[in-house]
């Protein structure tokens, strides 16, 4: 499932408020347009109406592919200073997952999500992932 909700965002220009929508998960097995709004640079983008400037908002996102069996993670780099999202992860840099707060079974390769923290880098990874499958599918 793709989760994305209304919010709103200050300008870091000029500090003007409007409404922009910013995904937190973008599953491309069930919205494949996602994929391509996110390629586009479309996704968790900000513009803002009333100065014109143009950035990421850099809010975590996790990009889910359930046909290919993968999953990617984004987080800001700022995140890695800070001690709540260090917790988030074991010694060996595995997100822990508390099964208990989940409203449902995750499939084993979600147990093992890539980290990134960059938004190209995300891209990248997809492109790897996508394809090292097709690779290993015609074999």
């Not at 793709?2 to 000029?14: A, G």
């Not at 889910?64 to 200073?81: N, P």
């Not at 997952?97 to 499939?107: R, S, T």
Request: aromatic fraction near 12%.
């Amino acid at each position: 499932m793709s989760v994305s909700d209304t919010k709103e965002v200050t300008c870091p220009n000029c500090d003007q408020k409007q409404e922009q929508v910013i995904h937190s998960s973008i599953n491309v097995s069930l919205n494949p347009e996602l994929k391509q709004d996110l390629f586009d640079g479309n996704i968790n983008r900000f513009e803002c109406k009333y100065c014109s400037h143009n950035s990421v908002i850099p809010v975590p996102l996790l990009y889910h592919d359930m046909d290919r069996k993968f999953a990617v993670h984004y987080f800001s780099k700022d995140s890695i200073k800070k001690e709540d999202f260090l917790e988030k992860f074991d010694q060996k840099g595995n997100m822990i997952i508390n099964e208990d707060e989940l409203d449902f079974d995750p499939p084993e390769y979600l147990y093992d999500v890539h980290v990134v923290f960059q938004m190209n880098e995300l891209l990248n990874y997809i492109i790897f992932k996508e394809y090292l499958f097709d690779f290993h599918k015609k074999k």
